[in-house]
């Protein structure tokens, strides 16, 4: 019996010795597996990091909405594929930096004005566009340099090879394999560090106009994702957001003398949404020309939020709603939904003689714009009976010319209001495109002296 029990115990020491053996396999195999995959995950992780590094060494941005890597087709008929975009997603971009111009270290006129009493008044410009590097290189060498904050929202298919833009017209090489690159297939540097890229449901190529490739109008999508980017991540930057048109020269300065000694307005604290009023749709709320259209920080928040909880990926007509749908107006989206979301109307950036500071065509056109003669079109339906025309049309201090689509037109502005004085006896290509007139003239020299612009350029 004894010899039994002994027997049993030396068996049990056995079985608990080879029990001991298998766990410790088991635990060295499971060993092995975790090495392997934090050596996997190493790798990944390098990988990762100097894509990113990449991507970092690359100064643009991407605002990324579904896939942010979308090849680019290969023809203008060819469009994005849009089950790759979640119609409802607003996604966060992929690298965020500062978005502050370096114009902010020039002194005004060949920076932002810094005078003590528009410290509140910090000026955010943001440029629908396409990218196109002269066009570019103009604004932020003559209006965008004057902005606080400047930002060039793009899409992300870039055109290169032998095609270029001219305005709103495409020429490209349409039987090239590669018209079109997405923008991270371009070398490092490519891109300044003010451009941030998006993906986009509707691109803005493939359409044609009498049988030429041109720029599609998606502008509306740009539009409302552009500003819940800004409303997202740009918010505190700056006090006034303005939407400025690629072609539109733009006065930074003048919308700080308008909002702050012509309005005193509180832009924190206050909804405004003001340029110039179009109320020529019956039954529409009164909306705001594209070409510039501004509002307070207390309005761009509210907005953001708008827009980003606003129905997206109707695919039918206009149904007077708030939402994202195809060829939708910019202008009346935009009114609606500040009037459905909000309550805040539309108002005329005008001053006491109800002279317009926003001018949507070029001002020597507004300069002869007798509604008299004309009639109640567009541009007059609806103004008040007594605004002025002719000479008197226009406020003293504008906050925006429209339709320069030429860079040497920009740049001749720049030099007709922000350049010496000498420089006005200069026949410039602006005159000659204008066929300048002596009331244009006039009024030009009116603008200088109500801005002073001489004396700040003998400061400088």
Same mark, same amino acid.
């Given at each position: 019996?004894?010899?039994?029990?002994?027997?049993?115990?030396?068996?049990?020491?056995?079985?608990?010795?080879?029990?001991?053996?298998?766990?410790?396999?088991?635990? /060295?195999?499971?060993?092995?597996?975790?090495?392997?995959?934090?050596?996997?995950? =190493?790798?990944?992780?390098?990988?990762?990091?100097?894509?990113?590094?990449?991507?970092?060494?690359?100064?643009?941005?991407?605002?990324?909405?579904?896939?942010?890597?979308?090849?680019?087709?290969?023809?203008?008929?060819?469009?994005?594929?849009?089950?790759?975009?979640?119609?409802?997603?607003?996604?966060?971009?992929?690298?965020?930096?500062?978005?502050?111009?370096?114009? =902010?270290?020039?002194?005004?006129?060949?920076?932002?004005?810094?005078?003590?009493?528009?410290?509140?008044?910090?000026?955010?410009?943001?440029?629908?566009?396409?990218?196109?590097?002269?066009?570019?290189?103009?604004?932020?060498?003559?209006?965008?340099?004057?902005?606080?904050?400047?930002?060039?929202?793009?899409?992300?298919?870039?055109?290169?090879?032998?095609?270029?833009? %001219?305005?709103?017209?495409?020429?490209?090489?349409? %039987?090239?394999?590669?018209? #079109?690159?997405? !923008?991270?297939?371009?070398?490092?540097?490519?891109?300044? %560090?003010?451009?941030? /890229?998006?993906?986009?449901? +509707?691109?803005?190529?493939?359409?044609?106009?009498?049988?030429?490739?041109?720029?599609?109008?998606?502008?509306?999508?740009?539009?409302? +994702?552009?500003?819940?980017?800004?409303?997202?991540?740009?918010?505190?930057?700056?006090?006034?957001?303005?939407?400025?048109?690629?072609?539109?020269? /733009?006065?930074?300065?003048?919308?700080?003398?308008?909002?702050?000694?012509?309005?005193?307005?509180?832009?924190?604290?206050?909804?405004?949404? /003001?340029?110039?009023?179009?109320?020529?749709?019956?039954?529409?709320?009164?909306?705001?020309?594209?070409?510039?259209?501004?509002?307070?920080?207390?309005?761009?928040?509210?907005?953001?939020?708008? !827009?980003?909880?606003?129905?997206?990926? $109707?695919?039918?007509?206009?149904?007077?709603?708030?939402?994202?749908?195809?060829?939708?107006?910019?202008?009346?989206?935009?009114?609606?939904?500040?009037?459905?979301?909000?309550?805040?109307?539309?108002?005329?950036? +005008?001053?006491?003689?109800?002279?317009? !500071?926003?001018?949507?065509?070029?001002? $020597?056109?507004?300069?002869?714009?007798?509604?008299?003669?004309?009639?109640?079109?567009?541009?007059?339906?609806?103004?008040?009976?007594?605004?002025?025309?002719?000479?008197?049309?226009?406020?003293?201090?504008?906050?925006?010319?429209?339709?320069?689509?030429?860079?040497?037109?920009?740049?001749?502005?720049?030099?007709?209001?922000?350049?010496?004085?000498?420089?006005?006896?200069?026949?410039?290509?602006?005159?000659?495109?204008?066929?300048?007139?002596?009331?244009?003239? =006039? #009024?030009?020299?009116?603008?200088?002296?109500?801005?002073?612009?001489?004396?700040?350029?003998?400061?400088?």
């Amino acid at each position: 019996m004894a010899r039994r029990s002994i027997s049993s115990v030396g068996l049990g020491r056995a079985n608990q010795r080879k029990r001991n053996v298998a766990l410790a396999r088991a635990f /060295f195999v499971v060993l092995v597996v975790v090495a392997v995959g934090l050596s996997g995950l =190493a790798l990944h992780l390098t990988r990762q990091i100097k894509r990113e590094g990449d991507q970092g060494r690359n100064t643009a941005r991407i605002l990324s909405f579904g896939d942010p890597v979308q090849k680019a087709p290969p023809k203008l008929s060819v469009a994005i594929d849009q089950a790759q975009i979640k119609p409802n997603e607003v996604a966060s971009p992929a690298i965020v930096s500062p978005a502050k111009s370096s114009a =902010a270290a020039r002194k005004y006129p060949n920076g932002p004005k810094q005078d003590e009493k528009y410290k509140h008044d910090r000026v955010y410009c943001m440029v629908p566009f396409v990218w196109n590097a002269e066009y570019h290189k103009t604004i932020m060498e003559t209006w965008g340099k004057r902005c606080d904050v400047i930002n060039f929202f793009t899409d992300s298919q870039v055109l290169h090879g032998n095609g270029r833009l %001219d305005g709103d017209k495409i020429t490209v090489n349409t %039987d090239s394999p590669d018209a #079109y690159k997405h !923008y991270s297939e371009f070398p490092a540097g490519t891109f300044p %560090d003010n451009v941030i /890229f998006m993906n986009m449901t +509707r691109p803005w190529f493939g359409c044609e106009e009498k049988g030429k490739p041109k720029v599609c109008r998606h502008i509306w999508e740009k539009m409302w +994702r552009s500003w819940v980017y800004v409303g997202d991540h740009h918010l505190d930057q700056a006090d006034w957001f303005c939407k400025v048109d690629y072609d539109t020269f /733009f006065f930074p300065d003048n919308l700080q003398y308008y909002v702050r000694d012509y309005k005193n307005w509180d832009s924190a604290n206050e909804h405004h949404y /003001f340029g110039a009023l179009l109320a020529h749709k019956p039954g529409r709320p009164s909306m705001i020309a594209g070409a510039n259209a501004c509002w307070s920080r207390k309005t761009m928040e509210g907005i953001a939020k708008v !827009y980003r909880e606003m129905p997206k990926g $109707h695919t039918g007509p206009e149904r007077h709603k708030c939402e994202d749908r195809p060829k939708a107006s910019e202008e009346i989206s935009t009114s609606l939904c500040l009037k459905v979301g909000l309550n805040v109307e539309a108002e005329p950036a +005008r001053d006491d003689a109800l002279r317009e !500071y926003v001018m949507v065509d070029p001002y $020597h056109n507004h300069l002869n714009w007798n509604r008299t003669e004309q009639g109640e079109w567009w541009f007059w339906a609806n103004k008040p009976k007594d605004a002025p025309m002719l000479e008197e049309c226009c406020a003293v201090r504008p906050m925006a010319f429209h339709k320069y689509k030429q860079k040497e037109l920009i740049m001749g502005i720049d030099e007709r209001f922000y350049g010496p004085a000498s420089l006005m006896e200069k026949r410039s290509h602006l005159d000659k495109w204008a066929r300048a007139s002596d009331k244009t003239r =006039a #009024y030009e020299l009116k603008v200088r002296a109500a801005m002073n612009i001489d004396q700040y350029i003998n400061q400088t």
